[in-house]
């Protein structure tokens, strides 16, 4: 049995990769947006916070009412409890990376989960 699990390119208007890649901790998306559209919806969590990486384009989060400006290499985190949307620029598409996990649940990092 191996302990890795390697996919291609994703392609599309979102990609879900838990199940693509046997995630047991984190949810992993890859989405576009086109120019001028949003995702249809305003959310929050009721446990899991979201960290966004802004892969290409521009636009705007509305989180809680607040307007975020949004820009290749931009990282966003928003905890569980935010009100959030996300919208493309009106002359841009907006691609960009959203992994979810569960809040306070990080017990070590780097070195500290190392075995060396």
């Known amino acids: 049995m191996s ?9 599309g208007a979102r990609t879900e990769l838990h199940d693509k890649l ?6 992993i998306s890859v989405n576009t947006l086109d120019a001028g559209s ?14 966004y990486l802004i ?3 521009r636009g705007k ?3 809680d009412g607040e307007e975020v400006d ?7 985190r928003i905890a569980p409890a935010g009100r959030r949307q996300f919208f ?18 990080l017990g070590a990092y780097t070195i500290d989960d190392a075995l060396v």
Request: hydrophobic share 40%.
């Open 88 to 105: 493309a620029a009106a002359d841009s598409p907006l691609s960009y990376v959203c992994i979810q996990v569960k809040a306070g649940s």
């Open 22 to 27: 046997g995630l047991t901790g984190a949810e």
């Open 70 to 76: 949004l820009n290749e290499g931009d990282w966003v």
């Open 3 to 11: 302990n890795y699990t390697k996919i291609g390119k994703v392609e």
């Open 61 to 63: 989060a509305v989180i």
């Open 38 to 51: 949003s995702v249809p919806f305003v959310h929050a969590h009721k446990a899991n916070e979201e960290i």
């Open 55 to 57: 892969l290409s384009g």
